[in-house]
């Protein structure tokens, strides 16, 4: 892949999205489930007394499912091209259901784009190259959101962002205000400092200072540590695009003060075991103070999944060590799509994509329902935002925020294989455990530099460097 730069128009396009952007709740659901969607596709067809073009669709979000859905629905019972979708929702288990799909040759028509399955597969062919598939007239649509290095990759293009989300962190304001705290923290000492008052203050009454869902070490810690990290250290997950080395050594402060705040002195009882959305029912209780994650989804959250009063919360970036601040944090391009480039179906479900997903009514009433905050010029300039994204302006995407290049072990995530632990479990391995935290980093930059070397070495990789790489005016591989 060749060296592109992330221009600034371009992200200034997104920063005046941000700044434009707003969405008012939308209720997440657990209803739509692959035996509902199936059951409903099968009774459909039987009416129709036709032989249907089935159309199977896979998704990871339960926040917009009720949408997705209706918009489903409506498309089955209207259309007349004789296609049925049957859309399907895997909440917990969705890259190893992909994974067991694509070894089994049972992967799906089209879906829900996600990082890691997206890097896992993208050089081994299974994704279709949408410029095959789309006019003139999409192409120029849909121009403001085609990244080169991010969606766009040696001239072919995989997903369309719709919307966006970055991290932050949540705090409740009236438990800041019995606690006697005046301001949300800056630092990420003062984190820790006020999770230690609060729980100190106000246990008693089943009210502690600080949660985050480590129930799994990789998403709790890519939406909270990670990110301010990037932030912190200028590196991207570790990894030095100068250099073109991994080092995880300047991830020591930031894991000390980790395991201080994830203590009982600190932290909500049973952390350890917590899923996002039973922390957001206890955020929304008032039973915790702070708590770091996606910007996109919380006020939807919070009007209509666990109903919270919405001058209760407020958001921050998420802070740092001693609030350094040598790099960007990433910005995620959300509501993409990837479609099986396998599939005997491919035309079919592009244009299912063109009459639900691309189009101008959906990604508005998707951006005005508080299911992703729009980064489309013409969605922003037609929708309404919400009091929440006008109020709230950590919400926003700023200046802070920016695509960054991927590191070896996304950018080839199958070619490079990691011995031991990842960077997830080993920083698990420092903050609920006794591993010393030196060691433990000297010794998963050795093995993260070995995978790597070896990867480029057996032709599973390749090497990335980007010469003259400024963390602060990030460029793309």
């Not at 209720?27 to 199977?56: C, D, F, H, R």
């Not at 072919?156 to 006697?180: H, V």
């Not at 890519?222 to 991830?251: A, C, H, I």
């Not at 980064?375 to 006008?390: T, W």
Request: charged letters at 25%; one cysteine or more.
């Amino acid at each position: 892949m060749r060296l592109k730069r992330f221009g600034a128009m371009a992200m200034a396009a997104l920063m005046t999205a941000g700044a434009l952007a707003g969405c008012s709740g939308g209720a997440e659901s657990n209803s739509t489930t692959a035996a509902q969607t199936t059951a409903a596709g099968e009774t459909t067809a039987a009416q129709s007394g036709g032989e249907k073009t089935v159309i199977n669709i896979w998704s990871k979000d339960r926040h917009d499912a009720t949408y997705v859905q209706g918009k489903v629905d409506e498309y089955n019972a209207t259309n007349t091209d004789n296609i049925q979708i049957n859309y399907q929702l895997y909440t917990d288990n969705y890259v190893q259901a992909i994974d067991m799909a694509v070894q089994s040759g049972e992967l799906p028509d089209i879906l829900v784009q996600q990082d890691q399955m997206f890097d896992k597969y993208v050089n081994e062919g299974q994704w279709a190259n949408l410029y095959d598939l789309m006019d003139d007239g999409m192409k120029e649509y849909f121009k403001s959101v085609i990244f080169p290095g991010y969606n766009e990759l040696d001239g072919k293009l995989y997903f369309i962002p719709t919307t966006g989300t970055t991290c932050r962190l949540f705090y409740n304001k009236e438990i800041f205000e019995r606690a006697g705290i005046a301001e949300p923290p800056k630092t990420l000492e003062e984190v820790v400092e006020y999770s230690k008052i609060i729980t100190s203050k106000l246990s008693s009454e089943g009210i502690y200072g600080f949660a985050e869902n480590m129930k799994s070490a990789s998403s709790g810690l890519q939406r909270s540590l990670m990110v301010g990290l990037e932030r912190e250290t200028g590196l991207v997950r570790g990894y030095d695009f100068v250099k073109g080395e991994y080092n995880f050594s300047p991830w020591a402060d930031s894991l000390k003060l980790w395991k201080e705040l994830l203590s009982e002195e600190s932290a909500f009882p049973g952390c350890e075991s917590l899923d996002i959305d039973p922390l957001r029912t206890q955020f929304a209780a008032g039973k915790i103070g702070m708590y770091m994650s996606y910007s996109h989804a919380e006020p939807g959250v919070y009007q209509n999944q666990f109903p919270m009063d919405s001058g209760k919360w407020d958001c921050v970036p998420i802070p740092t060590v001693a609030g350094k601040a040598a790099g960007k944090q990433y910005f995620i391009g959300t509501g993409g799509y990837v479609f099986n480039a396998k599939s005997p179906n491919l035309e079919t479900a592009f244009k299912v994509f063109k009459d639900i997903f691309a189009k101008e009514d959906y990604l508005i009433g998707y951006y005005e329902g508080g299911y992703g905050v729009s980064i489309l010029p013409s969605v922003i300039e037609k929708a309404k935002p919400s009091e929440d994204f006008q109020n709230k302006e950590w919400l926003l995407i700023t200046d802070i925020d920016s695509l960054l290049p991927k590191p070896p072990h996304t950018a080839f995530a199958s070619g490079m294989v990691v011995e031991g632990e990842d960077m997830f479990k080993t920083c698990e391995s420092v903050y609920y455990g006794d591993a010393d935290v030196d060691a433990a980093l000297k010794d998963l930059t050795e093995r993260y530099n070995k995978a790597y070397q070896e990867a480029v070495k057996n032709g599973t990789g390749f090497e990335i460097k980007i010469d003259g790489y400024d963390p602060m005016n990030p460029t793309l591989q």
